[in-house]
């Protein structure tokens, strides 16, 4: 699986944009994008992916490098309850390999009042 | 529509006992996983299953585990003659198939505590 790299950790304010950044140097064609979050106790919780083009949704923004080795996850007004591990994860397109997300250490991301 | 259902949320059994942590996928789907998430580590792959096959594997420790996905009911992932080490968080996820640009859907985790 290729892999992300991403910082441990990141601090915003409430209230703010926050900008997660991901290099996926290795991505190959046929790779998505997927990025998912976990807050303590809980199970993750799926963000938003794409393949290409920048993707808009209720929770967040994904904007896409145009070689495609880098993205950065995008909220657009970080809340308390914002405050978790978010992981991103390329997933392939391979029948049995594409089925299994690979987490990394992802970003610990806190928010404060 | 109901997301992944697991459960029990938490379950406590003591050393030589067996776990049975159990998994409904969302509506319509047919594809499932089973994720490990050890104290203060990440996630990693166990297992995934279509309808009363496994596909992948790779991820399943050799001895004690071994999961199932029957025709009818939920998913099973069963642990024999637990031990400390298998204290875990157990999650499940599911999708519509294995395109990569679909999505996985995760449940809020089975708690196993081994005493």
Redesign the interface.
Known sequence: DAKTTQPNSMESNEEEPVHLPCNHSTISGTDYIHWYRQLPSQGPEYVIHGLTSNVNNRMASLAIAEDRKSSTLILHRATLRDAAVYYCILRDAGETSGSRLTFGEGTQLTVNP | NAG?MQNPRHLVRRRGQEARLRCSPMKGHS?V?W?RQLPEE????MV?LQKENI??ES?MPKERFSAEFPKEGPSILRIQQVVRGDSAAY?C?S?EN????N???????SWLTVV
Do not use: N, P
């Open positions: 992944v594809h996983y994720y990440g996630l990693k792959f995934y596909i992948d991820g999650f996820a999708s294995t395109y990569s640009g999505t996985i859907y995760f449940g809020e985790g």
